[in-house]
Every structure is written in structure tokens, then in C-alpha cells.
């Protein structure tokens, strides 16, 4: 019995030391982890925030995906570019995206700091655990991503909830080139969250009247121009790198028809995802990711409308062009 007793204590004592060097009773915090929840508002609908005290101090900040990470390309990267960040004249040196902690030490060099944890994400309300992950980038950290988009911080939470990156546009210099659209995201299944788009009219710079969609709209509203796809022979294929270049027109429901613009022609296609794509005449709406915006004489962002450079360029639905409107 003795032999028994001393053999068991033995086992008792590798035990424990096993235990101990893996951390079972270490007095070290274990890993905090991110909680990510839902906030529900009349215009976006159920939409992601950061929840939790292990936000630090994020608490119900929005979140936000890009379109231009498509698949295993970040469009939102580290890299470096001039671009303006309190006006076209200010213009400093900017990344995409960087570490969380940057937003939390006041660092304004990352343009919009990714979310990320260093546990696995929790879901909080409204969140589906299922669509939550993570992927790990160098030099940001292990980023959390909702059905497969990774997510990106940009402004504080507000009261009405006014989220400043919703349908913000940045595609080439002096805005920022990171050449695509942000959305907020949709808890239910993790697509873009547009909301309601709005149709105007522009005026390009030859004069012509043209349709535009209002981005920017929480921030600086800024005419953006559309544009509709024409078949050509030999011409109207579009391959992953031509379509990477077009965003269509996301819309939660029917968009709003601006002055001049004819409303009986305005009109949605379902786009797959819960969303709705834009269509005037029948063709669906795409802005561009290359899309040139204008300066006044004094430099400053001219929000009546862009270039409209897009036009002549291959697209989804064969050569874009702008939709002209009559006046």
C-alpha cells in the first residue's frame, strides 16, 4: 500500500508540474479578446460595432469593410502614399491601414486601423460567431474578419448614430489612393451595409449634365459619377482585374431620385447579398475606383461632381461610359 500510495503522489506531483509550465496557474491575464456586436439604426439597418470593455475604449465605434480587399488581395494596405487628410492642400503621408493600437495612441498615419484581438473575436448581440475569424498581417497583428471581409475602424461611435465612412470614396490622389468604396457591415450576413443611395444630377467638366451618386454623405457630400456598360464586339468581356476596377451602385432599397433626375427610370436588380444594385434605364450602376475628383481654383474639393474619367474604359458590361441626362 505504501509503494501504491508514494507511486500515486509521484504522478500527482508530474502532473502539476506539466500544468504549471503550461500557464494553468499562472497569474498572467490571459489573452483579451475583441467582442464585436451589433447596433441597429432606421437608415443602415443591423450593423457591426466593437462591444465589450476589451475594445479598449472603442466602445460601439463602427465598423467598416473596403471593396477593394477582394479575396486574398488587401486593397487597404500598409504602404505609404501622399494624400490629403484635412483638405486637398494638407497633404501628408498616409497607410491604409495599420495597427488597432495606432487609433488608440492617437497616431493619424493609419488612415483606418484595422480591428484586431489577441484572442479569438467574440460575438456579441446580433453578431453570428459563425462569420467571425481572424487573419493574421504583417505589422498589424491578427486582424478579425466577418464573413470573410476583414474589418477596419474610422470614426468614433455618435449619437444619432451617423457612422463618418459610409459610402466614403477614395480612389485617386489628392483623396486618398486606396482606389475603392467603404460600407458599414451587416450583421446578417456580413455584406455591405449601404443604406439608401441617392441619385443627382452633375456637371462634367465639358459642360454635360450627367447621373451621380452622393458619396461622402456624413462628411463632405461629393457628386460621384455613374456609369452604365455598352457591349462592343471583341470588346465587352471583363476579367477579374478589369472587374476589380468597378464598384457597383449598393442601394438597401429603392434610391432616392435628386432634382432632375426622372424617377420613373430609376429602379433595383438584387445584387446576391441582401443588397440591391442601382439601375437607371434598366442598366445597372457602377462608380468608378479610378475615379478622378475635381479642385477649384483654390484647391479645394469641388463637390458638384468628378471627372468622369471612367468613360471608355472596359467594365462588367462591356465599354462604361457616363449617363448623360438632358438639360
Not at 486582424?143 to 449619437?159: N, R
Not at 468597378?246 to 434610391?255: F, I, V
Request: proline share 8%; with cysteine.
Amino acid at each position: 500500500m505504501r509503494s501504491l500510495s508514494v507511486w500515486s503522489v509521484a504522478v500527482i506531483l508530474v502532473a502539476l508540474l506539466v500544468l504549471s509550465s503550461l500557464g494553468a496557474f499562472s497569474s498572467a491575464p490571459a489573452k483579451r479578446a475583441t467582442v464585436v456586436s451589433s447596433i441597429t439604426s432606421s437608415k443602415y439597418g443591423s450593423v457591426l460595432v466593437v462591444d465589450g470593455d476589451a475594445g479598449g475604449g472603442l466602445y460601439r465605434f463602427p465598423l467598416y469593410e473596403f471593396s477593394g480587399d477582394v479575396g486574398d488581395h488587401f486593397g487597404c494596405g500598409t504602404a505609404k502614399a501622399l494624400a490629403y487628410d484635412l483638405g486637398a492642400k494638407e497633404s501628408v503621408p498616409l497607410t491604409c491601414t495599420g495597427p488597432q493600437g495606432d487609433l488608440l495612441a492617437d497616431v493619424s498615419s493609419d488612415d483606418w486601423p484595422a480591428l484586431t484581438t489577441k484572442g479569438a473575436p467574440i460575438a456579441g448581440r446580433g453578431v453570428d460567431a459563425h462569420l467571425l475569424g481572424t487573419i493574421f498581417r504583417r505589422g498589424i497583428g491578427r486582424q478579425i474578419t466577418y464573413a470573410g471581409h476583414p474589418l477596419y475602424l474610422f470614426d468614433p461611435s455618435s449619437q444619432p448614430f451617423t457612422p463618418q465612412g459610409e459610402n466614403f470614396m477614395e480612389t485617386v490622389k489628392p483623396l486618398p489612393p486606396w482606389h475603392g468604396y467603404w460600407y458599414l457591415v451587416s450583421a446578417r450576413n456580413g455584406a455591405p451595409s449601404p443604406g439608401v443611395a441617392t441619385l443627382d444630377v452633375e456637371s462634367l467638366p465639358n459642360g454635360r449634365r450627367a447621373l451621380a451618386a452622393e458619396e461622402d454623405g456624413n462628411v463632405y457630400p461629393i457628386e460621384a459619377t455613374l456609369y452604365s456598360g455598352t457591349a462592343t464586339r471583341g470588346q465587352s468581356s471583363c476579367d477579374a482585374a478589369c472587374a476589380s476596377e468597378w464598384t457597383p451602385l449598393l442601394t438597401s432599397a429603392q434610391p432616392h431620385a435628386g432634382p432632375g433626375v426622372n424617377s420613373a427610370l430609376v429602379s433595383t436588380a438584387p445584387a446576391g447579398n441582401g443588397d440591391y444594385v442601382a439601375t437607371y434605364d434598366h442598366r445597372p450602376l457602377y462608380l468608378y475606383d479610378h475615379e478622378q475628383i475635381r479642385l477649384s481654383a483654390n484647391e479645394h474639393l469641388v463637390s458638384s461632381g468628378s471627372a468622369g474619367n471612367g468613360t471608355g474604359i472596359r467594365g462588367p458590361h462591356g465599354i462604361m461610359s457616363d449617363v448623360p441626362l438632358p438639360g
